[in-house]
């Protein structure tokens, strides 16, 4: 080294780059009050917001008649599902909490505000419902989703594979059980569709349409890709089909043409609503994965050729998952408007939660109450899609998607 050459000691190598100290006076400086308009538009805007949640408030604790909920909460939740049954339901609710605990607890530990949200939702509606039946089995789903996320904190690593596992068997499960099988005088006797409705209902036709239509959204997605000319003008001409009509078409057509496309088989209303929920939700599923698979670059495709992988292998384990790891936001976006669409199956006859909703207000003696059933009905929307939200956001952390 030579003597006009500067030494830097180890001690100034290993300083931390200087960083600017955080405190609660700096934050609402920096953030509400940095000029004297911010301040004036962040005074207004809190004043604006007391006012409106003052309202809320006073309308909720003071006006509301939140009896048509307690009343009616078994009608929300599983709609004209037979009573004598209900403890197959209770178990698949409990067994899904007890999932939902255990893997936020593994893979949303760090959200720990929206755990305690969920988890809190069985205690409050054992508060508020007069059913006994009902109260002793929200508590025991309450504790299931604590015991879940508990175990999960313990022994995060040994759970995982046994969370993933059950995932996998939850959904056969929840058919098997909800449904039954067997004869009339079987230990799980089947029950008619045309008696489930509410929530129960909303969140089948929703796990339904996720499920089914995500494959075969990916294959469309592939397919209109394809070398092959038949393939891609069968799989173009599809989407472009669906998107290009109305949702409650698609729900009108699954009603009344599919049988005439089945000849001599009798499907079920609730199983054709199943079927337009899966028919359109995967065409728009196929543009969503065609745009992530647009999005990689070609240098991965010759990568992938010059390590000597067949098309299938490229694009299984190449391509189709950097496509999807890059449209997560997109995809679980459509997921949560799947959910919500649900509400339109009311108009081909069936009760989802909003179909139950307006059951309950045509009762005699709730006449009138829209906000207070509209909220709760909203309430329940806004916790689910917030859900899916939420794991999507941690899915995004966990994949890297922003780099």
């Known amino acids: 080294m030579g003597a006009n050459t500067p030494t830097v000691s180890k001690t100034a190598e290993a300083l931390p780059p200087p960083t600017e100290r955080s405190s609660i006076v700096r934050w609402l400086h920096k953030n509400l009050f940095s000029t004297w308009y911010n301040a004036l538009l962040t005074v207004v805007m809190l004043f604006l917001a007391a006012l409106i949640v003052r309202g809320v408030l006073e309308w ?63 205690f409050i509606l054992a508060i508020i419902t007069s059913d006994e039946t009902a109260r002793l089995a929200l508590l025991i789903t309450g504790i299931a989703g604590v015991v879940g996320y508990a175990l999960s904190w313990r022994w995060s690593a040994a759970l995982r594979r046994i969370s993933i596992v059950g995932w996998i068997l939850y959904f056969p499960i929840l058919f098997v059980l909800v449904s039954g099988v067997g004869a009339d005088d079987s230990p799980i006797p089947p029950v008619p569709t045309n008696l489930w409705g509410g929530l129960l209902l909303t969140l089948l036709l929703s796990v339904v349409g996720i499920v089914f239509s995500f494959p075969l959204g990916v294959l469309l997605a592939l397919g209109r890709q394809s070398s092959l000319p038949v393939v891609r003008w069968l799989c173009v001409a599809y989407i472009e089909l669906i998107r290009g009509v109305p949702f409650i078409s698609v729900l009108f057509m699954a009603q009344l043409m599919l049988p005439l496309f089945l000849p001599g088989i009798t499907i079920d209303r609730v199983v054709r609503a199943m079927a337009g929920v899966v028919i359109f939700s995967a065409a728009y599923l196929a543009e969503n994965v065609r745009g992530g698979l647009q999005s990689i670059p070609r240098g991965q495709y010759e990568a992938a050729r010059a390590l000597g992988l067949n098309p299938w292998k490229m694009t299984l384990l190449i391509i189709l998952p950097q496509a999807l790891r890059a449209v997560i936001p997109i995809l679980v976006g459509q997921f949560i408007a799947l959910f919500k669409d649900t509400s339109l199956v ?18 005699p003696d709730f006449l009138g109450l829209q906000a207070e059933v509209y909220t709760f009905v909203a309430f329940i929307y806004g916790i689910f899609c917030y859900l899916m939200s939420a794991f999507s956001q941690r899915l995004e952390a966990k994949l890297h998607t922003g780099r």
């Open 60 to 122: 909720a604790f003071t006006q509301a008649r939140w009896e048509v909920i307690t009343a009616n909460l078994r009608l929300f939740m599983v709609g004209q599902y037979p009573v004598a049954a209900l403890w197959r339901i209770w178990a698949c609710v409990a067994l899904l909490a007890l999932l939902i605990g255990m893997s936020w607890g593994i893979w949303g530990g760090a959200q720990r505000g929206g755990a305690i949200a969920f988890g809190a939702l069985p």
């Open 346 to 363: 009311v108009i081909v006859g069936l009760l989802d939660l909003m179909g139950i909703a307006r059951t309950v207000l045509a009762q």
